[in-house]
């Protein structure tokens, strides 16, 4: 194969390419702009009450793990404490007590309020 030829094929391939990343890149704004949509959500919860650094990091890495597999589930860092967002005012209750009394954190505690 001649140089001419390969150098043709690669400028195709990178064409082609360009074209997938540009598709991947919408994909990419979709997701985010529907993340920040439920952010938006009616209702927050904030959890608060961490008496280490390694406990409030330990409950950020449980509320990850939840939320790539549950995509309902959104949370936001804040400091030293955790907002968790729902439309829902009985589910966001129920989600702060199994998170505050299963996670093994002692004397965490949580407020709902309705967001502004």
């Known amino acids: 194969m001649k140089l001419e030829e390969r150098v043709n094929e690669l400028e195709k391939a990178l064409v082609e390419l360009e074209k997938k990343v540009e598709i991947i890149g919408q994909a990419v704004s979709e997701l985010i702009k529907e993340r920040k949509e439920k952010k938006e959500k009616a209702y927050e919860a904030v959890i608060y009450g961490f008496k280490t650094f390694e406990d409030y990091e330990n409950f950020v890495r449980i509320c990850r793990e939840i939320m ?15 907002a968790i967002f729902s439309d ?16 093994g954190i002692e004397d965490l ?8």
């Open 68 to 82: 790539e597999k549950d995509m309902s589930f959104d949370f936001e860092e804040r400091g030293k404490t955790i």
């Open 109 to 116: 505690k949580y407020t709902v309020k309705e967001r502004r």
């Open 88 to 103: 829902n005012k009985d589910e966001l209750h129920k989600r702060s007590l199994w998170l505050v009394k299963k996670t």
